[in-house]
């Protein structure tokens, strides 16, 4: 196994200090949500509408801009056929761990929103690449190969990726359609345990369709809090509601609120 950079080594030091530093504060949760985060049908829509129906970044002269902003709702309305990739310098210890995190939460996903996703099939549609820097930074030819004509702000978006990122996806659609067909998903190898997992957890969530962030969501692992590390009983919410019948790739904001307020007081319990 090649050997790491010192830059690699230094990203590895600065990601166990920051994991310690929220774990220290309360941050990354793992318990779901509780008693001190609850949450209403309407506070639900309404982080529905918010995570589900903008985009997190805003495209600018060829440059990804964290500014959300409203889209159609996109989804996967094919099987979700899950590939993953470990750089070369990522040990053999950590890609099983992170193979079978990547498996179980395959599964889990299926079940929340009724879509086949398998992990290790032929063909993979959506890519999750867990790379130590020194990997990602050769790894532009294979991106083009993964997402053929790939642009080139998504190629920059992978070959350019800030410390304070801690991971990515970028879910396209083809031919102007508004449903998903291929995802590819950052997570850096350098993250201590428990951040990959949160990693795991946050962009194969988002690459099915929540692809914004909200301050307003709680308990979520889609905002910037870090309250949460891994996925929680509102999230999972989120996505059946994303995946309910009622709704369709394509919708706009407009039409899929009042169906999504309704999902959301059936979820819990409220009138149906």
Known sequence: MPDRSPES?????YYTRLQDDLVARGLLRTDGGGPDTPFTDTQLARNFIRIALFNEYLERDGVLTPQPNARDLSRWDQPVRIGVEFGATVPADQRVQDENSIRQFSARLSRLTGLPITVGAPDPNFHVLVLNEDDRLGYSSRLRDLVPGIDAVSLDAFMSVPRDTLCLVIAFSE???????RAVALVRGEHPDLMRLACIHEEMAQGLGLANDSPRARPSIFNDDEEFALLTTHDEMLLRM???????SGMGAAEAAPIARQIARELLGGES
């Open 242 to 248: 994303l995946y309910d019948d009622r709704l369709r």
């Open 175 to 181: 031919g102007g359609r508004p449903d998903y067909s």
């Open 9 to 13: 080594r230094e990203l590895s030091l």
